[in-house]
């Protein structure tokens, strides 16, 4: 069983920068790849970005270039760092978990869910 939280959501002005952490409980969380979704009021939850294992990293194309997801095993966190923020980013964040050797991009396939961080970003 794998719990996890994230954290550090908040209110940024567009081009700001902000980074969420998820940290997961359980043993053996280096072995299970994690991924982040956002959902915004009135949208579906789509898929932000992923990281396996190894370290290997997948990212909606709505992101890339602007935001960065990495783990630190020893700590039991993944993060997301988001920089550039826009206002079309505004969505409650929340990180997965699935004991997995290869990316995971959709939703239904990740088995562990956070509670979710809202990030708002104001133009």
Excluded: H
């Excluded at 969420?20 to 409980?25: D, G």
């Excluded at 909606?60 to 783990?71: E, H, M, N, Y």
Aim: hydrophobic share 35%.
């Amino acid at each position: 069983q794998v719990q996890l939280v994230e954290s550090g959501g908040g209110l940024v002005q567009a081009g700001g920068s902000l980074r969420l952490s998820c940290a997961a409980s359980g043993r053996a969380f280096s072995t299970y790849s994690v991924g982040w979704f956002r959902q915004a009021p009135g949208k579906e939850r789509e898929f932000v970005s992923a990281i396996i294992w190894s370290g290997g990293t997948n990212y909606a194309d709505s992101v890339k270039g602007r935001f960065t997801i990495s783990r630190d095993n020893a700590k039991n966190t993944v993060y997301l760092q988001m920089n550039n923020l826009k206002p079309e980013d505004t969505a409650v964040y929340y990180c997965a978990a699935r004991w997995t050797l290869v990316q995971v991009t959709r939703d239904s396939e990740y088995d562990y869910w956070g509670q979710g961080t809202q990030v708002t970003v104001s133009s």
